[in-house]
């Protein structure tokens, strides 16, 4: 029996999961073995399929730097253990705890998906910290997702992605 690839799926909370994901992770499924994480898994259990494996992480929606440096650890020890082939990340704080901790993981993959820019609101530090922090995860992902042509056309105008490393999801 040939062993399916592990995929990880990284989103802050399970609401995010629930919205965006739930007919992927069904067609997922049928080919590779999922791992997710996120907080509240409690909300998407019954929805998930038993044999997936659900990683409740006690994200904190707003920066705290204790509680997102243990969510780092987390994930970081459970990539090293688990050994995805593939991360694909959703929302900005999950997409650079993950991008962090899989490269240091040395995951084949990484894909984020880009669902919203926090930064554009703010000012200051905290809209360049942001913006930088977009960056990295482009520059430590293999290939981003994004929404709309209008976001793509807005990210590149914003030096965050490049046309070449991504791709826009067309929904049906």
């Given at each position: 029996?040939?062993?399916?690839?592990?995929?990880?799926?990284?989103a802050i909370t399970a609401h995010t999961i629930?919205?965006?994901?739930?007919?992927?992770i069904e067609y997922l499924n049928k080919k590779y073995n999922l791992l997710i994480f996120c907080n509240d898994i409690s909300l998407i259990e019954k929805k998930i399929p038993k044999n997936i494996s659900l990683i409740n992480i006690n994200f904190k929606r707003k920066l705290n730097l204790?509680?997102?440096?243990?969510?780092?650890?987390?994930?970081?020890?459970?990539?090293?253990?688990l050994k995805p082939k593939l991360t694909i990340s959703i929302t900005p704080k999950a997409g650079f705890l993950t991008a962090l901790a899989s490269f240091i993981a040395r995951i084949s993959y990484r894909l984020h998906w880009f669902t919203g820019q926090t930064w554009v609101t703010k000012k200051g530090l905290v809209r360049f910290v942001y913006k930088i922090s977009e960056k990295l995860i482009f520059n430590l992902s293999h290939h981003v997702l994004v929404d709309s042509h209008s976001q793509k056309n807005f990210l590149i105008a914003?030096?965050?992605i490049t046309k070449e490393k991504s791709k826009i999801l067309l929904r049906g």
């Open positions: 029996m040939i062993k399916k690839p592990t995929i990880a799926l990284v629930n919205s965006f994901m739930l007919k992927n204790v509680s997102d440096i243990v969510s780092f650890f987390i994930i970081l020890y459970n990539f090293l253990k914003n030096n965050i």
